[in-house]
Structures are given as structure tokens and as C-alpha cells.
């Protein structure tokens, strides 16, 4: 597997659900990769929720693989996570991507549902121990400090074995629980020098813990917009409120620019990507996915893939 680009989705800016299956449509036809779903745990801009969305889009899809982007583990149910990942997977025959994270502590969701985010990192190990031994194992006992099962399966559990579970952040307790319990790190919105660098620890962390991590399992999230310098030179500030927000995040400009963007992640040991689409609309979103299919992802495909040091 060399480089591969997914297509992410944030807010739902589609006029309505045939719209979206148009856009699944061109994604499913073309050289996209993978469909993934930002969490979002309170919003009032219209995100769907993560799980819900991936299995519409596994019933619409027949190739596409299906991930979150990503689920904040603190606000989930550990034994309704495992079951409905399990579920996705078997009824996708195996399309599955899940990711999660911790959450950073500043998040609003966490005084607005009641819930403190002290603690948050050693319930998600102990979250994180449950789902993946329910995603593999017969019987499973364990008796932490908020999670305490006893005896407990499910069933079916996912077609692949194991379920790929990549892990979001770059602190070393992320490093560390990356290695403990996943296959993969996804970096969330994080500059290309500060993700290689936490790839880097991984690699390391996972020498030390003689857990090894497939060297093409690391990922990384990029924001993007597909455009030439007149229409670049056309956009109003009017229009462009939600664009000019995110200025200093997206990679913006003709599709050699977002090639070359990616090349340096490559170059770093990353080589998947959740391209997510700044857009204004339905008809822009489709526009950008079928730049990002015909004159970036051909392109990114031919990238050179060997692991840093080889």
C-alpha cells in the first residue's frame, strides 16, 4: 500500500440526502479512498454524528472504507462504541476505520454534558482496553477505575481481525497509548514538521514497547481548497467568511501545491490523508472532490512510500 487520500466530511452542507449520495457516488467512482466523519459532540452547525453517518454511507458504497475523524472516546459508551463499530464492520464486510482521541480539556461539550475532563487520559486506556478485547476476544474480564465488566462478549464481533483502531494526538500519552492499544495514528490538523515529529516517537515508543506499528499506518488530516489564481482573485470577502476562517490552516491553490504538501508528509513516513474540502456549498463541495480525484490523488498515488531510515 503506497499513498492513499480519503475525503472528509465536517459540517453537512449538502441541500439534501440525494445530494450527498450524488457526492458518495463520485467518491465511489473515482480514486477516492475512504469517507470520514468529523465528531463533533455539541454543534450548532449541522454535524452528523460519526457512527450514525458512516453506516448510511457503507449501505450506499460497496469499496469506499468508512472512518471517524475522530471519535472522542470520553463521551462514548465503551460497550455501545465496541458493538456498533463491530456492526459497521461485519455489515461493510470489513471497510471499517476507526479512530479516536481523548479530547482536548478545554472542549465545551465537557461542562455542557455534566462531565469533568480531569482523568479523561486513564478512562480512555481503560475504555480502550474493553473495546478492543470485546473486537477479539470470547469472554472478557476486567475491573478498572470507572470500568469494571465481568464475562462479557459480543456478537458478531468485526470481520477484520484484528479491527484496525488508529489513535489521535501528539502528546506522549498519546504516543504511548497509540502503541498500547492501536495500528495507527492519525494526526489531526497539525503542521507537517510537528506530525513527522510525532510519528517519529511512535516509531521509537514502539521499538521500546516491541509492539511495531505498520509503517504505513500513519495519517495525517489536511484542510484543502483546489483553485487557480483567477479564481482565487474572484472570491469576495462577503462570501468568504467561512474560508477566510480556516485561511491559516488550508492548503489553497492550483493542485500542485496540495501534491507537493503531501509529498512532505510522505517524505516524513505519512502517507495516508483525510482531505477535507473547505467549501461553500453542495455544488462546491462536489467541485473540489472531483478536483481532488482527477489532478491530486493520480498524483499522490506515484508518491514515494519507503519508511524514514530505508
Same mark, same amino acid.
Given at each position: 500500500?503506497?499513498?492513499?487520500?480519503?475525503?472528509?466530511?465536517?459540517?453537512?452542507?449538502?441541500?439534501?440526502?440525494?445530494?450527498?449520495?450524488?457526492?458518495?457516488?463520485?467518491?465511489?467512482?473515482? *480514486?477516492?479512498?475512504?469517507?470520514?466523519?468529523?465528531?463533533?459532540?455539541?454543534?450548532? #452547525?449541522?454535524?452528523?454524528?460519526?457512527?450514525? @453517518?458512516?453506516?448510511?454511507?457503507?449501505? +450506499?458504497?460497496?469499496?469506499?472504507? &468508512?472512518?471517524?475523524?475522530?471519535?472522542?472516546?470520553?463521551?462514548?459508551?465503551?460497550?455501545?462504541?465496541?458493538?456498533?463499530?463491530?456492526?459497521?464492520?461485519?455489515?461493510?464486510?470489513?471497510?471499517?476505520?476507526?479512530?479516536?482521541?481523548?479530547?482536548?480539556?478545554?472542549?465545551?461539550?465537557?461542562?455542557?454534558?455534566?462531565?469533568?475532563?480531569?482523568?479523561?487520559?486513564?478512562?480512555?486506556?481503560?475504555?480502550?482496553?474493553?473495546?478492543?478485547?470485546?473486537?477479539?476476544?470470547?469472554?472478557?474480564?476486567?475491573?478498572?477505575?470507572?470500568?469494571?465488566?465481568?464475562?462479557?462478549?459480543?456478537?458478531?464481533?468485526?470481520?477484520?481481525?484484528?479491527?484496525?483502531?488508529?489513535?489521535?494526538?501528539?502528546?506522549?500519552?498519546?504516543?504511548?497509548?497509540?502503541? =498500547?492499544?492501536?495500528?495507527?495514528?492519525?494526526?489531526? @490538523?497539525?503542521?507537517?514538521?510537528?506530525?513527522? *515529529?510525532? +510519528?517519529?516517537? &511512535?516509531?521509537?515508543?514502539?521499538?521500546?514497547?516491541?509492539?511495531?506499528?505498520?509503517?504505513?499506518?500513519?495519517?495525517?488530516?489536511?484542510?484543502?481548497?483546489?483553485?487557480?489564481?483567477? #479564481?482565487?482573485? $474572484?472570491?469576495?470577502?462577503?462570501?468568504?467568511?467561512? @474560508?477566510?476562517?480556516?485561511?491559516?490552516?488550508?492548503?489553497?491553490?492550483?493542485? #500542485?501545491?496540495?501534491?507537493?504538501?503531501?509529498?512532505?508528509? *510522505?517524505?516524513?513516513? &505519512?502517507?495516508?490523508?483525510?482531505?477535507?474540502?473547505?467549501?461553500?456549498?453542495? =455544488?462546491?463541495?462536489?467541485?473540489?472532490?472531483? =478536483?481532488?480525484?482527477?489532478?491530486?490523488?493520480?498524483?499522490?498515488? $506515484?508518491?514515494?512510500?519507503?519508511?524514514?531510515?530505508?
Amino acid at each position: 500500500m503506497g499513498v492513499r487520500v480519503g475525503v472528509g466530511v465536517g459540517r453537512f452542507v449538502f441541500d439534501d440526502v440525494s445530494g450527498f449520495r450524488e457526492w458518495l457516488d463520485v467518491c465511489e467512482g473515482g *480514486a477516492v479512498d475512504s469517507i470520514w466523519q468529523s465528531d463533533r459532540v455539541l454543534s450548532s #452547525e449541522p454535524f452528523h454524528e460519526p457512527l450514525a @453517518l458512516l453506516a448510511v454511507v457503507a449501505g +450506499a458504497t460497496r469499496r469506499l472504507k &468508512i472512518g471517524m475523524n475522530a471519535v472522542v472516546i470520553g463521551f462514548r459508551d465503551p460497550f455501545t462504541f465496541a458493538r456498533q463499530c463491530a456492526s459497521i464492520d461485519h455489515l461493510s464486510e470489513g471497510r471499517l476505520l476507526p479512530v479516536v482521541g481523548v479530547g482536548s480539556g478545554g472542549l465545551d461539550a465537557w461542562k455542557a454534558t455534566g462531565r469533568s475532563s480531569a482523568g479523561r487520559g486513564q478512562r480512555a486506556n481503560e475504555a480502550l482496553e474493553v473495546i478492543t478485547r470485546l473486537w477479539s476476544e470470547e469472554k472478557v474480564s476486567f475491573a478498572g477505575e470507572s470500568i469494571r465488566v465481568e464475562e462479557a462478549t459480543i456478537s458478531p464481533r468485526p470481520v477484520q481481525q484484528p479491527l484496525p483502531l488508529w489513535i489521535g494526538g501528539s502528546s506522549r500519552a498519546a504516543i504511548v497509548r497509540t502503541v =498500547r492499544y492501536g495500528t495507527g495514528w492519525l494526526a489531526g @490538523l497539525q503542521d507537517v514538521d510537528g506530525a513527522i *515529529a510525532t +510519528a517519529a516517537a &511512535i516509531r521509537a515508543e514502539a521499538d521500546a514497547q516491541g509492539r511495531p506499528i505498520p509503517h504505513d499506518h500513519y495519517g495525517a488530516t489536511v484542510l484543502y481548497r483546489i483553485e487557480s489564481a483567477e #479564481e482565487a482573485a $474572484r472570491k469576495s470577502a462577503a462570501e468568504d467568511g467561512p @474560508l477566510r476562517a480556516a485561511s491559516k490552516l488550508v492548503v489553497s491553490g492550483p493542485a #500542485e501545491a496540495l501534491v507537493e504538501h503531501l509529498a512532505a508528509y *510522505a517524505r516524513g513516513g &505519512i502517507t495516508k490523508f483525510v482531505a477535507i474540502p473547505v467549501a461553500r456549498d453542495q =455544488r462546491d463541495l462536489l467541485e473540489q472532490t472531483r =478536483r481532488l480525484d482527477t489532478l491530486v490523488i493520480p498524483e499522490a498515488m $506515484r508518491l514515494p512510500t519507503a519508511p524514514p531510515g530505508e
